[in-house]
């Protein structure tokens, strides 16, 4: 088993920036793969970003060049730094870990971009 935990999501103001982290605990595989999906009110969840065990990275074209994916494979944890917010990206985020065929998911964190 797996468990992730979100942290770092709240309440920011347009054209700011915010920094979400994924802690990853458990039975972990080296050749994983890693990433971030977002669910906003009455939309299906779409994927934002995901990484591989080995950093390689594939962002959606609307947060391209505005959030960037990462992760510490030392502290088994993800991050995604968003900036320049817009009010469309307010949303649940939610990681995942995926290795063999299996998906792990954290619980969510709320992201709202208001004035």
């Known amino acids: 088993q797996v468990q992730l935990v979100e942290s770092g999501g709240g309440l920011v103001q347009p054209g700011g920036s915010l920094r979400l982290s994924c802690a990853v605990s458990?039975?972990?595989?080296?050749?994983?793969?890693m990433g971030w999906h977002r669910q906003a009110p009455g939309k299906e969840r779409e994927l934002v970003a995901y990484?591989?065990?080995?950093?390689?990275?594939n962002h959606s074209d609307s947060v391209k060049g505005r959030f960037t994916i990462s992760r510490d494979n030392a502290q088994n944890t993800m991050y995604l730094q968003m900036n320049s917010l817009k009010p469309d990206d307010t949303a649940v985020y939610y990681c995942?870990?995926?290795?063999?065929?299996?998906?792990?998911w954290g619980q969510g964190t709320q992201v709202t971009v208001s004035s």
């Open positions: 990484i591989h065990w080995n950093g390689v990275t």
């Open positions: 458990g039975r972990i595989e080296s050749f994983n793969t």
């Open positions: 995942y870990y995926s290795y063999g065929g299996k998906a792990y």
